[in-house]
């Protein structure tokens, strides 16, 4: 009789074990029988602005000639004067950089370009082309002395700028916060909408772009931080001994980011968090 009690304990214990196993709901196992949370998902978008703090300047030339020679002569005496005239400015030669340099037959198609298709004589004396470009980075308050010294050097193709925060770790931050406030009060109208009660943060994830733009702009690949690109000033063809320098005004850098927000749906009675 004791035996058969004994057994009869274990049997009632074995089976209190399986419902207490199937009355709890493990979200990552085989179980069929696990109610879907209900949620809501809603995007959230925010945008900060700073002033920048770095001003990238692109200069540069283009310059041609009868033959090979001639052209990189006349490149070699533009390219120290615009560099002597940059480094006795006052901007270190560490802050002035060569993005590219090229010395190469001129194409057909150039030759026979506005403002008139050249001359035969015209043609000899533009066989070859020769350029070079450099980035120049200043404050933003030099950007247009660092632009004219260029410029009046022989810069003859220049003008790019580059705003930008150098340091862009609060930007983001505070774009990431102004993002997730803005899905939930848009999950919030949803609820409101249909009835229920919001609840907490149940997952979010986060779409931001590299880089951001605050204007025209002439090249899309990340140096550092975040920038707001300035209009293109083509300076071809501008005369020598300019007497004042272009007007130029820091832009404002702009930072967006985008949120996916995941937000669970309480039941009545339960306080949201």
């Given amino acids: 009789m004791r035996n058969v009690t004994q057994m009869t304990l274990l049997l009632v214990g074995l089976a209190g074990l399986g419902s207490t196993a199937w ?126 010294t260029a410029v009046g050097a022989g810069a003859n193709e220049s003008g790019f700028i580059q705003w930008i925060v150098e340091d862009p770790t609060a930007l983001q931050a505070q774009a990431s916060s102004n993002a ?33 733009y605050a204007g025209a702009g002439f090249a899309t690949g990340v140096v550092g931080g975040i920038y707001g690109m300035g209009d293109a000033i083509l300076t071809t063809g501008l005369p020598p001994g300019l007497s004042q320098q272009l007007a130029i005004n820091s832009r404002r850098v702009e930072f967006r980011t985008q949120v996916y927000a995941v937000f669970a749906i309480e039941d009545e009675g339960t306080p949201a968090k």
């Avoid at 995007?43 to 090979?68: C, E, F, W």
């Avoid at 005496?77 to 006795?88: C, D, E, F, H, K």
């Avoid at 909408?193 to 986060?206: A, F, H, T």
């Fill in 180 to 212: 997730i406030a803005n899905a939930r009060k848009i999950a919030e109208q949803i609820a409101a909408k249909s009835g229920v009660r919001l609840g907490q943060l149940v997952s979010v994830s986060q779409n931001q772009a590299p880089n951001a």
């Fill in 23 to 148: 009355g709890q709901c493990n979200t990552t196992g085989p179980n069929q029988n696990c109610p879907e949370r209900r949620t809501i998902s809603v995007s959230g978008t925010a945008q900060v602005t700073a002033d920048a703090d770095l001003a990238v300047v692109r200069v540069g030339y283009k310059l041609y000639g009868a033959d090979a020679k001639s052209a990189y002569d006349q490149a070699t005496g533009t390219s120290n004067a615009i560099m002597n005239a940059l480094v006795a400015a006052g901007i270190p030669r560490e802050s002035i950089e060569s993005t590219s340099q090229v010395l190469q037959h001129t194409s057909g198609y150039e030759l026979g370009q506005v403002p008139n298709p050249k001359s035969e004589e015209e043609r000899k004396e533009h066989q070859f082309t020769a350029t070079q470009a450099w980035t120049i980075r200043v404050k933003p308050d030099q950007a247009a002395k660092a632009l004219d």
